[in-house]
Nanobody, 125 residues
Framework: EVQVVESGGGLVQPGGSLRLSCAASGFTFSSYAVSWFRQAPGKERDGVAVIFTGSGATYYADSVKGRFTISQDNANDMVYLQMNSLRPEDTAMYYC??????????????????WGQGTQVTVSS
């Protein structure tokens, strides 16, 4: 069973940084893509970033390019999301997900086999 568990959310001031962690289990780490999504109240769940753990290739939503970095730790089956220059509009519940996806469809939520419970990120002064 594909399982992912997020951690690292919290309250941060605008311009600040946070690092989210995603612990993966139940699958061969290098065979799945792992993504971060976020969902604000009343809005759809949107893709933030994906890493193809076999190749290390990464893709980002336009809204976070240059500010967020997704990375992996193969030794510990972990994926991280480093978030810098945070803005109030980044406030959302952040979810980690794993699945067989491609660069063309990684943002489609139904493609993913496993989802975490989410971690709240609040950017406010």
């Amino acid at each position: 069973e594909v399982q992912v568990v997020e951690s690292g959310g919290g309250l941060v001031q605008p311009g600040g940084s946070l690092r989210l962690s995603c612990a993966a289990s139940g699958f061969t780490f290098s065979s799945y893509a792992v993504s971060w999504f976020r969902q604000a109240p009343g809005k759809e769940r949107d893709g933030v970033a994906v890493i193809f753990t076999g190749s290390g290739a990464t893709y980002y939503a336009d809204s976070v390019k240059g500010r967020f970095t997704i990375s992996q730790d193969n030794a510990n089956d972990m994926v991280y999301l480093q978030m810098n220059s945070l803005r109030p509009e980044d406030t959302a519940m952040y979810y980690c997900a794993a699945g067989y996806v491609s660069a063309r469809n990684w943002y489609q939520t139904y493609k993913y086999s496993g989802w975490g419970q989410g971690t709240q990120v609040t950017v406010s002064s």
